[in-house]
């Protein structure tokens, strides 16, 4: 991630970023310690230590501006945090569908799941083979975990 002053994705801006550095700077010396730093960051449910901050920091307080890179570097790891979930959770979704583990589903392995599910519909329920071939990036009929990625993604928006 960039740093905020520049950052179009980090969910707060500068001035948001400088009147939250302001108001931890207690004793006005342009420097927020790390027992401030803790204060906020268990605010919004992360838990350090005073020895993990330093580790991380590495110094004992910090300015406007390493406040910046401390900000942009817990968000990109929380944001890493978050994208490594939802691939684990498309792994588990991908297992669901590809019901003899080959690593790839089948229109047939597609109709069978969604017919458990409930959400198959004989006579009104599409065919299995367009909705695969919508997504089907290489053309071999079937998806692979990349295919099936982006195809849950594209829909889930």
């Not at 991908?94 to 599910?117: A, K, M, P, W, Y």
Request: charged share 30%.
């Amino acid at each position: 991630m960039s740093s905020a002053s520049s950052s179009s994705s980090s969910s707060l801006s500068s001035n948001d970023l400088q009147r939250i550095f302001q108001k931890l700077d207690r004793n006005g010396d342009g420097r927020v310690s790390l027992g401030e730093l803790n204060w906020l960051l268990e605010r919004v449910g992360m838990q350090y230590s005073l020895d993990e901050l330093e580790n991380l920091v590495g110094n004992t307080t910090l300015d406007f501006n390493e406040f910046l890179v401390f900000y942009d570097s817990i968000s990109s790891r929380q944001k890493n945090e978050e994208e490594e979930e939802e691939e684990d959770d498309l792994v588990k979704a991908f297992r669901v569908f590809d019901l003899n583990g080959d690593g790839f589903i089948t229109s047939d392995e597609l109709q069978s799941v969604l017919s458990r599910l409930g959400m198959w519909e004989e006579n009104g329920g599409g065919d299995c083979r367009r909705m695969i071939n919508v997504y089907d990036t290489n053309s071999d009929g079937v998806l692979d975990f990349d295919e099936f990625k982006n195809m849950m993604l594209l829909t889930s928006i």
